[in-house]
């Protein structure tokens, strides 16, 4: 049963990541993308991390992905004839021969490394979301708040790139003045 | 059961698919799509690993680089408005001399 959804989750999943390189429309290569995410998700849920299966619907799904289908649509692009570089079949075999070699030494290398204490039955007993809760707030306290202040600049970083920009000619001085 | 390196292979073939992705296509969402992509690929890599070294590292991993790529969306995007306001591009190989 578990291989049946493992297989299941993975073919798709791959299927719709190739999709998402090679459709022409980069809105259907959106909603490829969509397709490989949730199904990235269903494979979380195997590995027993509920939770990051959630967060990523939630915010890859929901958020990124909305992201990119509202700057598509903002921009309104034609499908173009040449969707792909000149030299893109060189590229791809450079890609094909790269993949070989990874899945190769991949496979053939050793797995392994400390064992922790966080076992299946452990996690399943406090419940998923709050293995993460107590581990995000105890051990990983500075990083969570140093990825705050990082999403923070990214905001910034985001109004300030796309915000309209102020015609510098008709400016006029009285403005600085009032109060 | 399914072995460790069922995920590690899955995980390596999204990631050189996002990474041809990003080699050979022109227009710069989907670029950024196949970083997605490929993000997506080391997230299942870090939680393989997490479930089968009873360890919570990896998934914490996982959640910071959604965090990080949910701010490189929203920084690539403002570029790319930024950049198609001004030159009506988005093709990577019509954007190539950095200021204008």
Redesign the interface.
């Known amino acids: 049963m578990m291989w049946l959804l493992f297989i299941y989750f993975a073919t798709v999943g791959l299927v719709a990541g190739v999709l998402t390189v090679a459709l022409r429309n980069p809105v259907h290569c959106a909603l490829a993308l969509l397709t490989l995410l949730l199904h990235m998700a269903g494979l979380f849920v195997m590995l027993n991390a509920e939770f990051l299966a959630m967060v990523q619907i939630i915010v890859y799904a929901g958020a990124i992905l909305i992201l990119y289908l509202f700057v598509l649509m903002l921009m309104n692009l034609k499908t173009e004839e040449q969707h792909l570089h000149k030299k893109h079949s060189f590229l791809l075999f450079a890609g094909i021969g790269l993949l070989g070699e990874l899945l190769i030494l991949l496979l053939l290398s050793p797995f392994g490394g400390t064992i922790g204490t966080a076992t299946t039955e452990v996690i399943l007993n406090t419940g998923p979301s709050h293995a993460v809760g107590i581990t995000m707030f105890s051990d990983y306290l500075l990083l969570f708040e140093i990825v705050g202040i990082l999403l923070l600049g990214a905001v910034i970083g985001a109004i300030v790139l796309a915000k309209t920009p102020v015609n510098t000619d008709n400016q006029e001085p009285a403005n600085s003045s009032t109060p | ?2 072995p ?7 995980s ?10 990003v ?5 710069f ?2 670029v ?3 970083v ?2 490929m993000l ?1 690929a080391a ?2 890599n870090l ?11 990896g ?2 991993s ?3 680089i ?10 690539g ?6 950049i ?2 001004r030159k009506m591009a ?2 990577v ?1 019509q954007i190539n001399i950095l200021k204008w």
């Open positions: 059961m399914i460790l390196s069922a995920y590690v292979a899955l390596a073939i999204l990631f050189m698919t996002g990474l041809v992705g080699l050979i296509r022109r227009n969402i989907v950024l799509m196949s997605e992509i997506n997230n299942i939680v393989a690993f997490s479930h089968y070294l009873n360890s919570m590292a998934q914490m996982a959640l910071f959604i965090a990080v790529a949910a701010a490189e969306a929203a920084l995007l403002a570029i790319i408005i930024v198609f306001r988005t093709n190989d």
